[in-house]
T-cell receptor, first 121, second 107 residues
Framework: QVQLVESGGGSVQPGRSLRLSCAASGFAFSSYAIHWVRQAPGKGLEWVAVISYDGNKKYYADSVKGRFTISRDNSKNTLYLQMNSLRPEDTAVYYC??????FGIGEIDYWGQGTLVTVSS | AIQMTQSPSSLSASVGDRVTITCRASQDIRDDLGWYQQKPGKAPKLLIYSASTLQSGVPSRFSGSGSGTDFSLTISSLQPEDFATYFCLQDNSYPYTFGQGTKLEIK
């Protein structure tokens, strides 16, 4: 079955960096676009970024543009989110989620369980 | 960005009740809308995509309707396992945007 497992979350000080990973299994990872979505404590969901099946197209939310970088390694079935210059408002559970379409702009059909990132001094 | 306005934010209902949750988009998104269920500590689960198509394996008591700017999710007869948070997601254009969520609680 489709599985997405996030890792790499933790506590970090403002201004520091963190890299999240999302390990995929149970499907042809290299054929699907993948998203990052986050949810701050007690808040709604916020879309963060998406990467196309081949890694050539990437889109970001304005709130993270220039600070976060989405990437993937199809040989390892793994998605990444490099987060730099972290701010307290980046505190959230981060989910990776599969798009039905290879280039994105399709339905998100499967989600991981999420990994918590806490940015605090 | 397209804004999604979801209502109500919370809802109390009993087993066997019929409930409806709505989402309104700030502009025409055709039928590019999904509905999801989320339970505490669990991954969100896709229920409905393309506004009205039932995801494989989802019980038929869930249904979706609408197009353009107004959408709804209906649960025809609530079961105990349906008490959860529900949210909509527009996948018409980036940035994807979500409704604020509806917490469905047992009356």
């Amino acid at each position: 079955q489709v599985q997405l497992v996030e890792s790499g979350g933790g506590s970090v000080q403002p201004g520091r960096s963190l890299r999240l990973s999302c390990a995929a299994s149970g499907f042809a990872f290299s054929s699907y676009a993948i998203h990052w979505v986050r949810q701050a404590p007690g808040k709604g969901l916020e879309w963060v970024a998406v990467i196309s099946y081949d890694g050539n197209k990437k889109y970001y939310a304005d709130s993270v543009k220039g600070r976060f970088t989405i990437s993937r390694d199809n040989s390892k079935n793994t998605l990444y989110l490099q987060m730099n210059s972290l701010r307290p408002e980046d505190t959230a559970v981060y989910y990776c989620a599969r798009d039905r379409a290879p280039f994105g702009i399709g339905e998100i059909d499967y989600w991981g369980q999420g990994t918590l990132v806490t940015v605090s001094s | 960005a397209i804004q999604m306005t979801q209502s109500p934010s919370s809802l109390s209902a009993s087993v066997g009740d019929r409930v409806t949750i709505t989402c309104r988009a700030s502009q025409d998104i055709r039928d590019d809308l999904g509905w999801y269920q989320q339970k505490p500590g669990k991954a969100p689960k896709l229920l409905i995509y393309s506004a009205s198509t039932l995801q494989s394996g989802v019980p038929s008591r869930f249904s979706g309707s609408g197009s353009g700017t107004d959408f709804s999710l209906t649960i025809s007869s609530l079961q105990p396992e349906d008490f959860a948070t529900y949210f909509c997601l527009q996948d018409n254009s980036y940035p994807y945007t979500f409704g604020q969520g509806t917490k469905l609680e047992i009356k």
